[in-house]
């Protein structure tokens, strides 16, 4: 199956290293060494995955993410970051991007990143029998195709991880989730130790769709495990 891939980096040999390794996935490659003309060409052309450096010229890489998640058309973002510190690795993830990779990195974990998130996407893509494409709880409307949620018919802004993860719990209603389950199965491999981030993302999410984040409607917590999706919710 053929991909077409963006790769947003101004240092022109990773951006071609890149480009030679992505072999493995027959991708039409393009390339663009400035934030600025990145994002136009990621909003000129509908693209499987976008390979984002985090330090560009022009717009930083964080900037051309936020942009992209503002579009209502759902891009998959890799962001590769010279920054190592875990609030920068956070950051970037929590402004929409579905993986990072700090640089020096090796090219098989790059192939395997870029592996996984298109499985993410081609599993989204592909359905899901308990759950088809809509799925509505109550008030709460998901729809997997548009990437979209709506609440008592207002959209909502989720980012991509915050979507996963609402996906994969209204999925599965009913279901207690341990927080390293849901960093497996929403984030991935090679999150292990980031379980904090699993809350992070949930009192966000919480705040987004609950109408009192501190007594939650859709999703509890359930003492000792973890966090399920409340299954006493009507499905329409």
Not at 62 to 75: M, S, T
Request: charged fraction near 30%.
């Amino acid at each position: 199956m053929s991909r077409r891939v963006l790769i947003i980096e101004d240092n022109h040999d990773i951006a071609e290293l890149v480009r030679l390794h992505l072999h493995d996935f027959e991708a039409e490659v393009d390339i663009e060494y400035n934030g600025a003309s990145g994002l136009a060409q990621a909003c000129s052309q509908a693209y499987d995955l976008v390979i984002l450096d985090l330090m560009l010229p022009g717009l930083d890489g964080l900037e051309v993410c936020r942009r992209l998640r503002e579009r209502r058309a759902y891009i998959p973002i890799l962001m590769l970051t010279a920054k190592s510190s875990e609030p920068d690795r956070v950051v970037g993830l929590e402004m929409g991007a579905d993986d990072y990779l700090t640089k020096p990195f090796s090219i098989r974990e790059l192939v395997a990143r870029v592996r996984a998130i298109f499985r993410r996407v081609d599993a989204l893509g592909g359905g899901q029998p308990e759950a088809g494409h809509l799925i509505d709880h109550g008030e709460l409307h998901i729809d997997r195709d548009r990437h979209s949620v709506s609440l008592h018919g207002k959209p909502l802004e989720l980012t991509a991880r915050e979507f996963d993860l609402l996906w994969h719990f209204a999925s599965h209603p009913g279901r207690a989730y341990r927080r390293e389950q849901l960093l497996n199965q929403v984030w991935g491999a090679g999150y292990e130790g980031y379980e904090h981030t699993v809350n992070s993302h949930i009192n966000r999410l919480r705040a987004k769709i609950e109408a009192d984040p501190a007594r939650p409607h859709y999703i509890l917590t359930v003492w000792g495990v973890g966090y399920k999706f409340n299954d006493a919710v009507r499905k329409d």
